[in-house]
């Protein structure tokens, strides 16, 4: 007994290709593989299964009210207080988009 399948046709930059490609091909995983999972994630989430957001700059402390300002300065203080942090380095990392 045969599986029926349907083709997908999709276009990509070829180097976002072949970079993906080789990740996927270190993980062991074909193409076609992984866009059969990516698509039942899709199913099993009911939608795109990572966040889609859109990245906003800091406001900055004049562009902020007095509450919204202390509501950050407890929020941070809250976590630090918890341990609920990063090594510095990580963050610069992460706010240089180096990681």
């Known amino acids: 007994m045969s599986i029926r399948t349907a083709n997908i046709n999709v276009r990509i930059e070829p180097e976002i290709k072949a970079q993906a490609e080789a990740i996927l091909g270190e993980l062991g995983i074909s193409a076609s593989a992984f866009f059969n999972m990516a698509y039942r ?4 989430q009911q939608g795109i299964p990572f966040p889609m957001t859109l990245r906003r700059p800091p406001r900055s402390l004049e562009q902020m009210s007095k509450n919204e300002f202390d ?3 407890a929020r941070g203080l809250s976590q630090g207080k918890s341990g609920d942090v990063i090594p510095c ?3 610069f990392d992460k706010l240089l988009h180096r990681s």
Not at 41 to 44: E, G, K, L
């Open 89 to 91: 380095e990580e963050a």
């Open 71 to 73: 509501e950050m300065m």
């Open 41 to 44: 994630q899709v199913i099993r």
